[in-house]
DNA sequence: AATAGACATATTGTAATATAATATGCTTTT
DNA sequence: AAAAGCATATTATATTACAATATGTCTATT
């Protein structure tokens, strides 16, 4: 109520805290959501912007709504993770050192093969898009005002891109998001940039030269390296 | 498995119908959709229903809405593809043979890595559940009656489900509607159903077993023949 | 003539209210 | 005890009204 965030609208503000509500576990599947007229009261809101917010919510598989049943909370395996705000919601309630590990266990499966389609099939201009990146690491490597993670997800969602298959290319978010994650969990070494710079850098040369299987070893080995890190940080947690 | 209720509302009715129309690229970028007063008049329905369909497409990504500017369809690289409806619309409108590449693509991408991650880290109740599938192709293979397509599917979903990862687990609703696209494609061999059948038990032995390479490898090989498939049946039509 | 500001206008955003459809449980009937 | 029917709670749809917001046009000032 009193702070103001957001270019959202309404049934936009009341979707967020209802979808963020819901994925931190405060409606079970049994209990289910109020009624929307009791929803109109919590928030002081008509009907409509509630019946807005409840469908899009539904649209994201968080929800379903049916006459004289009321609102019921979908199964958590029924809502759509790859929607950029189901993410968001999951990140801000779960502890995120096992997502994250979840996160890099399909970057594992995603990138390497991404890699290898890039190097394989990739549109000379796309893959010029990879290169600008490294550049970009580069720069930002040896300029500390520079910034080293931006360069970094262009590198990473050039690839998914330059792929030319439209289903690595939407994991672009998704990838983000894991990547915004890591960095969070990653302890800044600037000592490193340089050849963590480098070792990008080989992956855009193997696509550039055409060598998916080069190119796939050598994206695999990078994110390898980030989960072997991971799974140190979560044994000396947990 | 097959709970499905047909039984749409107004809302859902012209969502799907406007997903569809958008998806094929009847209404542009550029030009916009309708008002939603046009399209009250379009359908004979109340703004209610429009704008509720308005906002479900919205959180699908197709489109957004702006106060004095109207309703824009927003890029494609915005939609969100691994929402089950607009693969839906995709799919009832494209060439189905090229998004089956893509398709392929991507289980090769996501597969072998969840059948590793199943013999790594399964749980034993849910690697029953994948041997149960190859029990099911078995009979299905002997008998005409029994659904060998059902069991494939169960095989599959299974496998992402055993992986222990939310999100492979989710890529379900994707890897069916792509097995789904394949079979259309697949001239139905009935001869070799045994042997496919045999293949599949070998990675679910495999899984069993806890061979994560071997059943990396064995899936691998699985789709990589499918998918060689595919390519000579392009090919012949383009 | 150029530019800032005011204003008209079109379109979505929000609200309020009324009625219909639909399940669920209770009551009545058999 | 089982079936039929009714009451009721809740969402589904429709209608109307007004608010908020951009966009373009016109006006006034320089």
Same mark, same amino acid.
């Given at each position: 109520m009193g702070r103001i965030i957001e270019n959202l609208n309404l049934s936009e503000q009341v979707t967020n805290e209802l979808g963020r509500a819901i994925v931190a576990g405060e409606y079970s599947c049994e209990?289910?959501?109020?009624? #929307? &007229? +009791?929803?109109? #009261? #919590?928030?002081?809101i008509s009907r409509?912007?509630?019946? #807005?917010?409840?469908?899009?919510?539904? %649209?994201?598989?968080l929800i379903s709504s049916r006459p004289r049943q009321g609102i019921s909370v979908e199964q958590p395996s029924n809502w759509n993770l790859y929607d950029t705000s189901v993410l968001k919601w999951l990140l801000s309630s779960s502890p995120s050192l096992y997502v994250l590990k979840e996160f890099l266990q399909m970057r594992l499966a995603i990138e390497p093969e991404a890699a290898a389609l890039a190097a394989e099939f990739g549109r000379d201009e796309d893959i010029d898009q990879i290169g600008k990146a490294v550049e970009a690491m580069k720069a930002a %490597?040896?300029?500390?005002?520079?910034?080293?993670?931006?360069?970094?997800l262009a590198f990473h969602t050039?690839?998914?891109?330059a792929s030319g298959n439209r289903f690595f290319s939407h994991l672009r978010d998704f990838i983000s998001t894991a990547l915004n994650v890591s960095i +969070?969990?990653?302890?800044? &070494?600037?000592a490193n940039d340089l050849a963590v710079a480098d070792d990008? &850098?080989?992956?855009?040369? &193997?696509i550039r030269n055409r060598q998916p299987e080069r190119a796939r070893n050598l994206m695999k080995y990078l994110i390898d390296e980030a989960k072997t890190f991971i799974e140190l940080e979560i044994k000396k947690q947990g």
């Amino acid at each position: 109520m009193g702070r103001i965030i957001e270019n959202l609208n309404l049934s936009e503000q009341v979707t967020n805290e209802l979808g963020r509500a819901i994925v931190a576990g405060e409606y079970s599947c049994e209990s289910g959501l109020p009624t #929307e &007229a +009791q929803l109109c #009261e #919590e928030y002081g809101i008509s009907r409509t912007a509630v019946r #807005e917010a409840v469908k899009m919510l539904a %649209a994201k598989g968080l929800i379903s709504s049916r006459p004289r049943q009321g609102i019921s909370v979908e199964q958590p395996s029924n809502w759509n993770l790859y929607d950029t705000s189901v993410l968001k919601w999951l990140l801000s309630s779960s502890p995120s050192l096992y997502v994250l590990k979840e996160f890099l266990q399909m970057r594992l499966a995603i990138e390497p093969e991404a890699a290898a389609l890039a190097a394989e099939f990739g549109r000379d201009e796309d893959i010029d898009q990879i290169g600008k990146a490294v550049e970009a690491m580069k720069a930002a %490597a040896n300029d500390p005002s520079g910034s080293m993670h931006d360069a970094d997800l262009a590198f990473h969602t050039s690839i998914l891109f330059a792929s030319g298959n439209r289903f690595f290319s939407h994991l672009r978010d998704f990838i983000s998001t894991a990547l915004n994650v890591s960095i +969070q969990h990653t302890t800044p &070494a600037k000592a490193n940039d340089l050849a963590v710079a480098d070792d990008h &850098a080989k992956i855009y040369t &193997a696509i550039r030269n055409r060598q998916p299987e080069r190119a796939r070893n050598l994206m695999k080995y990078l994110i390898d390296e980030a989960k072997t890190f991971i799974e140190l940080e979560i044994k000396k947690q947990g």
